[in-house]
């Protein structure tokens, strides 16, 4: 069980908007800690997609965006691609266990 | 372009010791502005952090795994490794090392190695 919760799927229509939630808690995500995104194509290594809530690493396309608001963050998704099925993480950071947290990952579906 | 490249054996006995090595390339290991630490992944599961190292010596474990972890940093191969003993089938998983660019405790993975899957089983 993860201490960051996030939807095992979504799904949206191709060219429309899908959002991804991370709900912490008051000793991560509530606590001011940031909040990054990560992109796994299967297979591969997850990829830096959204590092402090709302910041994109160049190469990313501004199709996608991050959010938070109180011990949630959400990261946006406009435009769905065919390629952005893939699965979604968030990360943080926990002053109860004292480490780096990872969500359990959404599966994205795009319809 | 920073790369990180994991090594190690892929198979191991179990209540031996894993060994992996991240060579770094594209960058100095030596930069005191990064962590360098180990995520690993069971198959069909999440991403679990396992620990990061700094050059100051200062590392950091998951508490789960701390009585059978050492990561160590070895500045003259520009590489850093993970040791896990007395490892089950439990700790079958691809292990990824991956760079950590931020302060302590707001940090966030901007290079992962490809990954390698290591296997515990006789």
């Known amino acids: 069980q993860s201490v960051l919760t996030q939807p095992p799927s979504v799904s949206g229509a191709s060219g429309q908007r899908v959002t991804v939630s991370c709900t912490g808690s008051?000793?991560?995500?509530?606590?001011?800690?940031?909040v990054h995104w990560y992109q796994q194509v299967p297979g591969t290594a997850p990829k830096l997609l959204i590092y402090?809530?709302?910041n994109r690493p160049s190469g990313v396309p501004d199709r996608f965006s991050g959010s938070r608001s109180g011990s949630t963050a959400s990261l946006a998704i406009t435009g769905l691609q065919a390629e952005d099925e893939v699965v979604y993480y968030c990360?943080?950071?926990?002053?109860?266990?004292?480490?780096?947290?990872f969500g359990g990952g959404t599966k994205l579906t795009v319809l | 372009q920073v790369q990180l490249q994991e090594s190690g054996p892929g198979l191991v006995k179990p209540s031996q010791t894993l060994s992996l090595t991240c060579t770094v390339s594209?960058?100095?290991?030596?930069?005191?502005?990064?962590?360098w630490s180990w995520i690993r992944q069971p198959a069909g599961q999440g991403l679990e952090w396992i620990g990061r190292?700094?050059?100051?010596?200062?590392?950091n474990y998951i508490p789960s795994l701390r009585s059978r972890v050492t990561m160590s940093i070895d500045r003259s191969k520009n590489q850093f490794s993970l040791k896990l003993s007395s490892v089950t089938a439990a700790d079958t998983a691809v292990y990824y090392c991956?760079?950590?660019?931020?302060?302590?405790?707001?940090?966030?993975?901007?290079?992962w190695g490809q990954g390698i899957l290591v296997t515990v089983s006789s």
């Open positions: 008051s000793s991560n995500i509530g606590a001011g800690y940031a």
């Open positions: 991956a760079r950590a660019q931020g302060e302590n405790g707001w940090y966030y993975f901007d290079y």
């Open positions: 594209g960058g100095s290991i030596s930069s005191g502005s990064y962590y």
């Open positions: 190292d700094h050059t100051s010596g200062s590392t």
């Open positions: 990360q943080s950071y926990d002053n109860v266990v004292a480490h780096v947290i």
């Open positions: 402090d809530a709302t």
